[in-house]
C-alpha cells in the first residue's frame, strides 16, 4: 500500500520543486516557468 504522507510535507514538496524550477528558469530567461516558480513555489514552501 501506499504510505500516507501529511499535507505540509506534501506542500513543502511541491513548493520546493517550484521554487528550484523557478530560479532555473530565471537562470535560462524563461519568464513563464519563472513566474510559476516565483507566484506559486515560493508562497508554498513558506507556508
Known amino acids: 500500500m501506499l504510505r500516507q504522507f501529511s499535507l505540509g510535507t506534501l506542500g513543502l514538496t511541491v ?13 535560462a530567461d524563461n519568464a513563464t516557468l519563472n513566474l510559476v516558480g516565483f507566484f506559486y513555489g515560493i508562497p508554498l514552501l513558506l507556508g
Open 15 to 27: 513548493g520546493g520543486v517550484l521554487t528550484i524550477i523557478g530560479f532555473v528558469a530565471y537562470a
